[in-house]
Nanobody
Framework: QVQLVESGGGSVQAGGSLRLSCAAS????????MGWVRQVPGKERERVAL????????SYAGSVQGRFTITQDNAKNPLYLQMNSLRPEDTAMYYC??????????????WGHGTQVTVTS
């Protein structure tokens, strides 16, 4: 049974940093892309960052480009999201998710329960 568990959220002042972690269990295959998605109540989900398997690269939403970094050594290690220069508009619930395949072509397969990030001005 695949499980994704996020941690590292919290409250921080604008300009500060946080690092989110996502521990995955129930599989060890490295064939899947993974990512971070955030959501604010009443708004659509926003894909923040994506990392492709096997050194395939990363992609970021324009709103976080240059401030956030997604990393994962391999499927056995946690997925991280380093968030720097945080802004109040980054406030959201952040979810870790695993793709159905190597890309998002077939969507997300699994989700964590989320970790709240609050940025105060």
């Amino acid at each position: 049974q695949v499980q994704l568990v996020e941690s590292g959220g919290g409250s921080v002042q604008a300009g500060g940093s946080l690092r989110l972690s996502c521990a995955a269990s129930g599989y060890s295959d490295s064939r899947y892309c993974m990512g971070w998605v955030r959501q604010v109540p009443g708004k659509e989900r926003e894909r923040v960052a994506l990392i492709y398997p096997g050194g395939g690269g990363t992609s970021y939403a324009g709103s976080v480009q240059g401030r956030f970094t997604i990393t994962q050594d391999n499927a056995k290690n946690p997925l991280y999201l380093q968030m720097n220069s945080l802004r109040p508009e980054d406030t959201a619930m952040y979810y870790c998710a695993r793709c159905t395949g190597k890309t998002l072509l077939r969507g997300w397969a699994y989700w964590g329960h989320g970790t709240q990030v609050t940025v105060t001005s």
